[in-house]
């Protein structure tokens, strides 16, 4: 069963066309109604319409033997019916409680018919929507790391044709309404959630996973400890106080059951001693923060250096991760006696810290984990040509988060730089976007104003391609194109670029003026500068003329001669800061150029007439609004040119 996806390439026709450079991200991003975004070998990639991509086939479901369920076995029984019947089914309940353990057991019993499908977990500090959920399936059914939000009603024609594909969604917040939409976009598939509540509409299919009751939990403990345990023995382990303190949770149960077997009375225990009496355990130590203090002060060095890693960086980690994290040569093996101590919950390859773990790492008031050594250790690591598959994500914002609370200024600037790619490659755009700003952040502090400007202007390019209208992405792309010529020319297919490019634009004034931009920028060699030595005023001049840097909200012919005249001020201020006596003139000169725009704008009107719809007027007045944005920065390029 697959978890994640690996990107592939997919190129819509033929050979892909050149990258397109925006700022230091280097790919083709067209975004129409169909097109999305990957991140793949270092640059955005455009990807067909999902009905233009081959589906990948589902892996075969996991045929690990599972855990013993201790009186859950019917549940199993009643799950796998209502997948067979009702094609879903969900185990709600707290946390701890075991719907993991009834899931493996279903994937098990799937997996021995043939089963194969998908496990969708929860991204680490992401909120888990439907458009995520769509998202991060149509990726796992594609092949693709999607970083826009893709189209439903797309999808569900792409997967129609879509059966026998079993679907599970871990810890599923959606609601009632999302979750039928979920069903009506993947109807071939059978479903199984875990939640906190029900939500499922079918009531029928929902099962309430309650706490071990007190007999299982007897049978839990003494397999654990490897006990028949009987009335003396129950006593003596005060089971009636750590049965109500645990809540009948086994993974509760299962750490008391390694704080036994890990006591100095245990092992000292003589070995003609009665197998159902354990020594007598002390009440006070029956609290599961003090059983897992307890474990934890007992951890080889190597396995308390990946514990308080995990603590401090609030990440899941895979085994091949923890040396590059903590620094330690000895640390990949410690996951074994991390799990054996039940401080983490694995899943596949990657160790979850748990919650009554995380509480004892902060109670010992341990150091945390040093945000430097994890830089420098994921760094390398990102370099390595044949490394493991990368962490979650959300690992790169926590250590540069720690990096910036330290104040080391040039390794978070640095280090930003690494894990940016690393986070979109991954599809988890919103993750790059604060890692951009942290960037900005420490290079400013740091003095680095040039590093400052560079993550100031990619987090807003970068922000405009995976959350801007189709506008602002076709605009993004005209502008952010140092080989512009080469990428619309490349095989003679000019026309199929524009037709790209147009198909983002919703009139056909804008495809007109998408059109005449291209052509524009393929002659003169628009670029935004990305060198680390640019000219007094020029990142303001470059600021204040860049599509899609101010959201347009021109509607009438006053709106468009208002916007002139604001970029108009700004170039002005901008060419007050230039000290270099051949960049004012330019600037200036576009500024007055604008201003006899807006007096002719405001003096002549739009030339439309009354009877235009409101809505075609805006449209053809912004379209006219980024014709001059564009000649407005190949203006600013000329005597802003790239370092």
């Known amino acids: 069963m697959t978890e994640t996806s690996e990107p592939g390439t997919t190129p819509p026709e033929g050979a892909p066309l050149p990258p397109v450079a925006v700022g230091e991200n280097k790919g083709l991003v067209v975004v129409g109604n169909r097109n999305n975004i990957t991140y793949q070998q270092g640059g955005y990639v455009v990807t067909p319409g999902l009905g233009d991509l081959p589906l990948r086939p589902a892996l075969p479901l996991s045929t690990a033997p599972p855990a013993p369920l201790f009186g859950r076995d019917e549940l199993v029984t009643q799950v796998l019916a209502d997948l067979t019947d009702k094609g879903a089914a969900q185990l709600h309940g707290e946390p701890g409680v075991g719907k993991k353990a009834v899931t493996e057991a279903v994937h098990a019993a799937l997996a021995a018919r043939g089963g194969r499908g998908h496990i969708l977990r929860p991204l680490t500090g992401t909120e888990?929507?439907?458009?995520?959920?769509?998202?991060?399936?149509?990726?796992?059914?594609?092949?693709?790391?999607?970083?826009?939000?893709?189209?439903?009603?797309?999808?569900?024609?792409?997967?129609?044709?879509?059966?026998?594909?079993?679907?599970t969604l871990i810890d599923c917040p959606l609601d009632r309404s999302d979750l039928t939409r979920l069903r009506q976009t993947f109807p071939g598939c059978t479903f199984l959630l875990t939640s906190r509540y029900a939500t499922l509409p079918d009531s029928s299919a929902v099962h309430h996973v309650q706490p071990l009751s007190r007999d299982a939990a007897t049978e839990l403990l003494g397999a654990e400890l490897g006990l028949p345990l009987g009335p003396v023995g129950l006593q003596n382990l005060q089971f009636d106080h750590v049965y109500r303190m645990s809540e009948g949770r086994p993974q509760r149960l299962c750490r008391y059951a390694a704080f036994i077997k890990g006591s100095d009375e245990w092992r000292a225990r003589i070995a003609e001693e009665p197998h159902d009496r354990p020594p007598l355990v002390d009440p006070e130590?029956?609290?599961?923060?003090?059983?897992?203090?307890?474990?934890?002060?007992?951890?080889?060095?190597?396995a308390r250096r990946v514990l308080v890693a995990l603590e401090t960086f609030a990440t899941p980690l895979p085994a091949a991760w923890f040396e590059p994290v903590t620094g330690g040569c000895q640390?990949?093996?410690?996951?074994?006696?991390?799990?054996d101590r039940r401080l983490v919950v694995r899943y596949g390859d990657t160790y979850h810290l748990t919650g009554d773990a995380a509480e004892a790492v902060r109670h010992q008031e341990w150091p945390p984990a040093d945000a430097a050594v994890a830089a420098e250790g994921l760094m390398t690591a990102f370099a390595a040509e044949d490394g493991p598959p990368p962490p979650d994500a959300h690992l790169y914002?926590?250590?540069?988060?720690?990096?910036?609370?330290?104040?080391?200024?040039?390794?978070?600037?640095?280090?930003v730089h690494a894990a940016v790619p690393m986070a979109l490659a991954a599809g988890r755009g919103q993750i790059a976007l604060q890692l951009y700003v942290l960037g900005k952040v420490a290079a400013t502090r740091g003095g680095r104003q040039q590093d400052a400007e560079h993550y100031t202007r990619e987090e807003k390019l970068t922000r405009n391609l995976l959350e801007g209208d189709k506008a602002a992405a076709a605009a993004a792309l005209l502008v952010l194109a140092p080989t512009a010529g080469q990428a619309v020319t490349h095989g003679g297919k000019l026309a199929g670029y524009i037709g790209k490019v147009t198909a983002t634009l919703s009139t056909k004034a804008g495809a007109t003026v998408a059109a005449v931009s291209v052509a524009a920028a393929a002659a003169t060699g628009v670029v935004v500068a990305t060198s680390n030595s640019t000219p007094a005023g020029c990142a303001e001049a470059q600021a204040a003329v860049t599509p899609g840097n101010h959201r347009s909200s021109v509607r009438t012919s006053d709106d468009l001669a208002a916007s002139f005249r604001r970029t108009a001020t700004d170039l002005d201020a901008a060419a007050a800061k230039a000290t270099d006596t051949t960049i004012a003139p330019g600037i200036?000169?576009?500024?007055?150029?604008?201003?006899?725009?807006?007096?002719?704008?405001?003096?002549?009107?739009?030339?439309?007439?009354?009877?235009v719809h409101p809505d075609v007027r805006a449209a053809l007045l912004s379209s006219k609004e980024l014709r001059e944005n564009i000649q407005s920065l190949q203006a600013v390029m000329k005597v802003c040119p790239e370092g």
């Open 128 to 167: 888990t929507t439907l458009a995520s959920v769509e998202r991060r399936l149509a990726g796992a059914f594609f092949g693709q790391e999607f970083l826009r939000e893709v189209d439903e009603s797309l999808l569900r024609t792409a997967v129609a044709e879509v059966t026998d594909v079993h679907l």
């Open 285 to 302: 130590q029956l609290t599961p923060l003090h059983q897992a203090e307890a474990l934890a002060v007992a951890l080889s060095e190597p």
């Open 331 to 339: 640390d990949a093996d410690a996951g074994r006696e991390l799990c």
């Open 397 to 415: 914002l926590t250590v540069a988060q720690a990096l910036r609370d330290a104040k080391k200024w040039s390794l978070t600037v640095r280090f």
């Open 588 to 611: 200036r000169g576009r500024a007055d150029e604008l201003r006899t725009l807006a007096d002719a704008q405001q003096r002549d009107g739009d030339g439309l007439g009354p009877d």
